[in-house]
Nanobody, 122 residues
Framework: VQLQASGGGLVQAGGSLRLSCAASGGNVDMYNVGWFRQAPGKERKFVAAINWSTADYADSVKGRFTISRDTAKNTVYLYMDYLKPGDTAVYYC??????????????????WGQGTLVTVSS
């Protein structure tokens, strides 16, 4: 499966963005799909993940971010509300072979899209 992330940009604190992860060569409902982010000089960190039955979020984004799938468009979205400057990072989407248990470590995902930059100004 190939993944393409888009939707990043510059937004003021308190604002919202929607990131998209469009898949080709495979159906998103057949994979675990996750979002990760990496700030400059820092390691890549888990943000959210979804499979056919459930979703999970990092504590830092719970209540602010929502992950969802549109199987008709073969796309996974990350809706980000109440953005903070600390959310500034390059955001990556990734896919892992299907499992009931959602995965939160980057090395558990075998397919990666290119990143999209999110910048939140104060």
């Amino acid at each position: 499966v190939q993944l393409q992330a888009s939707g990043g940009g510059l937004v003021q604190a308190g604002g919202s963005l929607r990131l998209s992860c469009a898949a080709s060569g495979g159906n998103v409902d057949m994979y675990n799909v996750g979002w990760f982010r990496q700030a400059p000089g820092k390691e890549r960190k888990f943000v959210a993940a979804i499979n056919w039955s459930t979703a999970d979020y990092a504590d830092s984004v719970k209540g602010r971010f929502t992950i969802s799938r549109d199987t008709a468009k073969n796309t996974v979205y990350l809706y980000m509300d109440y953005l903070k400057p600390g959310d500034t990072a390059v955001y990556y989407c990734a896919a892992a072979d299907p499992s009931w248990l959602l995965k939160s470590r980057p090395n558990e995902y075998g397919y990666w899209g290119q990143g999209t930059l999110v910048t939140v100004s104060s």
